[in-house]
């Protein structure tokens, strides 16, 4: 099969692209707006060790419901659009049906169950449902021919029944879910002014005696934190840290 046989699932599409902007791209932008620039984006980076990057999105996912969900649903149906395009066997019209979905069932339950944990059942549930209903789409795709079963790649004649027709609208409301809610949600979550760690309050010398001061945490030291001070605009050691009231460093993009 050569490139330009390859299905989109394959080969990368805009699904794929987006979920790589919100790994590299979003953790940036939400360290930069929530501490005020890239000059302090940056010396938070160092302070955290780069090697701490998806600590920034695994903060914003865990204090973020929709988001989280939205995000597994994307990963789920990409994840196994792309293995279905590697082998269509096992979701040809001649293969077992129960155990096509069954093996769709997997990955929506164990997602459910980490969103849940975090996030309380009913997101869960929501998690699981529509991670499960995208992946019966995929199979429904090419069960009912809306896909090439050599290539995988959609064909482009329309649809001439319902099981065609739901085909194409799972399609549908897969795209509209990777390229237009995921990264509006993911744009939102990085411009809120809500801190993606702890914030604390804590002692501080800067060679002008103890004070008092709120931090976000970059990592621990000792007995101690390395933080960014929110006033000074610095990095610093804290001790005798706290728990804040809020989690809110500053105002978010769309009230500034």
């Known amino acids: 099969m050569s490139d330009s046989e390859k299905s989109e699932d394959l080969h990368g599409g805009p699904g794929h692209l987006v979920l790589l902007a919100v790994v590299f791209a979003v953790p940036v932008l939400k360290l930069a707006w929530t501490l005020g620039s890239g000059g302090a984006a940056s010396e938070a980076l160092v302070a955290m060790e780069p090697a701490n990057w998806p600590n920034v999105l695994i903060g914003m996912l865990l204090n973020n419901a929709l988001l989280t969900t939205v995000l597994s649903i994307v990963v789920s149906r990409i994840t196994y659009a792309y293995f279905v395009a590697r082998s269509s066997a096992r979701v040809r019209p001649d293969a077992p049906l129960l155990r096509s979905l069954l093996s769709a069932a997997v990955v929506p339950v164990t997602f459910a169950l980490v969103v849940g944990a975090f996030h309380g059942l009913w997101w869960g549930v929501a998690t699981a449902l529509a991670s499960y209903a995208l992946r ?57 002014g809500r801190s993606w760690t702890s914030v604390v309050e804590c002692d501080i010398d800067t060679g002008h005696g103890d004070e008092r001061a709120r931090l976000v945490e970059l990592g621990r030291q000792g007995n101690g934190v390395v933080g960014w001070d929110i006033e000074a605009d610095e990095v610093v050691n804290g001790l005798n840290c706290g728990a804040s009231k809020s989690d809110v460093v500053r105002a978010p993009w769309w009230r500034s």
């Open 136 to 192: 019966l789409g995929v199979i429904a795709e090419y069960r009912t021919g809306r896909r090439e079963r050599g290539s995988g790649r959609r064909v482009g004649t329309a649809p001439s029944g319902w099981r065609e027709r739901t085909a194409d609208g799972a399609w549908a409301f897969a795209m509209l879910l990777a390229v237009g809610v995921l990264p509006v949600l993911a744009l939102i979550g990085s411009l809120d």
